[in-house]
């Protein structure tokens, strides 16, 4: 598996987005034993980051599911986990009704943080991403909490997640040089709308996470070399799947981009992670940029 730099950590060029096992549109949902072996198939196939949240729970009162089946994976797996990178995220919240929220205070982050320590088994969090703006704050002061739990050692590194550039500008202010290590926003052949964040984080060596990086979980992922005939083409012409020319499309736009697709099936993270080895032509990989959004 290629690598590439994550703040301090040098991790797979595909990781896994570990929310479909959770929460995903259908709300249909793997037994915990398929979901384990999805995660050990990741590993397997060299993926070394492993993407998830507070929130990816099938209900309101079981928030911190998907971090406690990344742990049962992580704990069950038979191979070296030394290199691996979890990445979590909070600041949404979830209450009775399944209502949701947002919450960047520091007691509310600091609670976070603990709960997401305990489901996760860990001492420290790798990479810790505020999930979405809590719009009732004001935005530097927001990331100060997440820079203070930095200091506190509770996490490693800190990333943001929806954010637009003029954000993305004031976390790289707040935090200080070097100190955002990653941007997580959608970005897909149908929602190409975070060019503008993608270009922002290649200059400044910010890593960019899309997600949903095949178009979501609703059948988009399923169905997009049929929504987007190019990328079926070019991949009957490679003899691989659709959602490989995809992703491996993406990986060419910046060495910042580290798709996260996700995955309930250990057979779709088994072919996305391939993705990292397949060479596109640039004619190809201009006709994939023709298609889909702005660019």
């Not at 987005?17 to 549109?25: E, R």
């Not at 909070?90 to 209450?95: A, D, H, P, Q, Y």
């Not at 719009?135 to 100060?144: F, N, P």
């Not at 060479?279 to 298609?291: G, I, K, M, P, V």
Request: contains cysteine; charged residues 25%.
């Amino acid at each position: 598996m290629q690598t590439r730099q994550l703040g301090p950590f040098r991790v797979s060029a595909i990781g896994l987005g570990a929310m479909p096992m959770s929460m995903n549109d259908d709300k249909r949902y793997p037994e915990e034993s398929q979901a384990i072996a999805t995660i050990h198939a990741a590993l397997d196939s060299g993926v070394t980051l492993i993407d998830t949240a507070d929130i990816y729970a099938p209900t309101w009162d079981s928030m911190g599911h998907n971090e406690a089946l990344v742990r049962k994976a992580m704990a069950s797996y038979a191979g070296n986990t030394d290199e691996v990178v979890i990445a979590t995220k909070g600041g949404i919240t979830r209450s009775e009704g399944n209502v949701f929220g947002r919450n960047a205070t520091m007691p509310y982050l600091r609670e976070a943080v603990e709960k997401s320590l305990r489901n996760l088994g860990a001492d420290v969090i790798d990479l810790y991403q505020w999930h979405r703006p809590d719009r009732s704050m004001v935005y530097a002061d927001a990331i100060a909490n997440f820079k203070a739990l930095q200091d506190e050692g509770k996490i490693k590194a800190v990333g943001i997640s929806n954010a637009n550039v003029e954000e993305i500008q004031i976390a790289v202010d707040v935090l200080g040089e070097g100190g955002l290590v990653s941007v997580q926003n959608e970005f897909s052949p149908k929602f190409r709308c975070s060019e503008d964040e993608l270009d922002f984080c290649a200059e400044r060596g910010i890593a960019f996470l899309p997600w949903s990086p095949l178009g979501g979980t609703g059948g988009a992922a399923r169905d997009v070399g049929e929504q987007f005939s190019v990328f079926g083409e070019i991949g009957r012409e490679h003899g691989v799947s659709p959602q490989q020319v995809v992703l491996a499309w993406e990986l060419s736009l910046s060495e910042c981009v580290i798709p996260i697709p996700g995955a309930r099936r250990p057979e779709s993270i088994i072919d996305s992670a391939k993705a990292a080895d397949l060479n596109l032509s640039d004619d190809e990989l201009q006709r994939c940029s023709a298609t889909g959004g702005r660019r």
